[in-house]
């Protein structure tokens, strides 16, 4: 057993505790106090990541082991492998990839605990920067998908499914649904998101806020329960964020990272798309915002230059998407859980993953 002692992430506070932990967590203990500089948060959970290290999901097998990596070594648990909007058989790809991942993890990666489809039934009008490959439901394709039990999150444009089928099929299968990529009507997105749908990167490739035009995204501010927003402070001010914290009940962070999170300036892949890292920013050649190069030490970084306290942080990161994923054991530090970590002592961090320790590359 090995002992950990800091300001522990409990549901309601942080408090100062001592863990004891192996694999599992065998015990917490409340003490006085404890070291000020040393925080222990869940470990992070990214719903929508499609890249890191250099290397895309598109790419399958090899690449998507290597984002495990690359994001572990930047303060990420676990994630989705998110796709881009493309051909079906790329996507099968992906799907198949994660399957033999989920069968043989390797150790010091994070975890894949699944698949976000990020189209390819979304609105081509609405795009953003994903690649020109939007079609209309394939109700049967889209079966043959959800029946892997690999897909925890599609993104989908409503105004694409009018009779809302969508929904009841996958509440069958577990799927959760987020509405993206989509000029729907508010009208339109009030129903399903009170019918239990989320919303993918709030503000981002929607249909917008106006006074006297409602869209999805003043529709999301009103009634959704759980939505993500990307907390890198480019594709959501600060401003912008706080409202959004403030509106929605189960707000969560994602980073929407590309191939170019972890790596030096220069171009990347996003899907069929070439992308340029130039600082803290992802586009294309129009300047368009392309997804992100954060990481998930950065992203805690941006909140709490935010004012978001450790607490709050943690809520953001881990148990909101934990939840939303309906994923039990994850998001929170209770004893009989797996040990999944996140600390921070001083000046650097590190994450413990089942009793395996993985060091923090700097930020």
């Not at 990541?49 to 082991?65: T, W």
């Not at 035009?213 to 402070?233: N, S």
């Not at 220069?266 to 130039?278: A, I, S, T």
Request: net charge negative; charged share 20%.
């Amino acid at each position: 057993m090995t002992v950990l002692e800091g300001w522990v992430w409990q549901a309601d506070a942080m408090v100062p505790a001592r863990i004891t932990y192996g694999t599992h967590i065998e015990a917490i203990e409340v003490l006085s106090d404890a070291p000020a500089d040393r925080v222990i948060l869940p470990a992070s959970i990214d719903t929508h990541l499609h890249g890191g290290g250099g290397f895309d999901s598109m790419q399958g097998e090899r690449a998507i082991r290597a984002i495990a990596k690359t994001h572990a070594r930047h303060g990420l648990g676990a994630f989705l492998a998110t796709t881009v909007t493309a051909p079906f058989d790329d996507i099968e790809t992906v799907i198949d990839a994660v399957a033999r991942i989920r069968k043989d993890p390797e150790p010091g990666a994070a975890e894949v605990l699944g698949v976000h489809l990020e189209g390819p039934f979304i609105n081509p009008g609405k795009l953003g920067a994903q690649p020109d490959h939007a079609v209309p439901i394939d109700w049967s394709r889209l079966e043959k998908w959800l029946n892997t039990g690999l897909i925890k999150v599609i993104t989908v444009a409503p105004e694409l499914d009018p009779d809302s089928d969508l929904i009841a099929l996958c509440i069958a299968s577990g799927a959760r649904i987020q509405l993206g990529h989509s000029l729907c009507q508010w009208h339109q997105a009030k129903s399903w998101l009170e019918r239990g749908c989320g919303v993918t990167h709030l503000f981002n490739a929607m249909s917008g806020n106006h006074h006297r035009d409602t869209g999805l995204a003043g529709a999301a501010m009103a009634f959704a329960d759980f939505a993500e927003v990307i907390v890198d402070g480019e594709h959501v001010s600060e401003p912008a964020f706080k409202s959004a914290h403030r509106a929605i009940p189960n707000l969560f962070a994602v980073s929407d990272a590309t191939a170019a999170a972890g790596m030096p300036d220069g171009l990347y892949q996003l899907g069929g798309l070439e992308v340029e890292k130039r600082g803290q920013q992802v586009l294309l050649p129009d300047g368009t915002l392309a997804g992100s190069c954060l990481t998930a030490n950065r992203a805690r970084n941006v909140l709490r230059q935010w004012g978001v306290d450790w607490h709050q942080i943690g809520v953001l990161t881990a148990a909101r998407p934990a939840r939303w994923l309906g994923l039990p054991g994850w998001g929170a530090i209770q004893p009989g859980a797996a040990t999944r970590l996140w600390v921070q002592h001083g000046a650097t961090s590190f994450s413990i993953n089942g009793g395996h320790r993985i060091d923090h590359q700097p930020i």
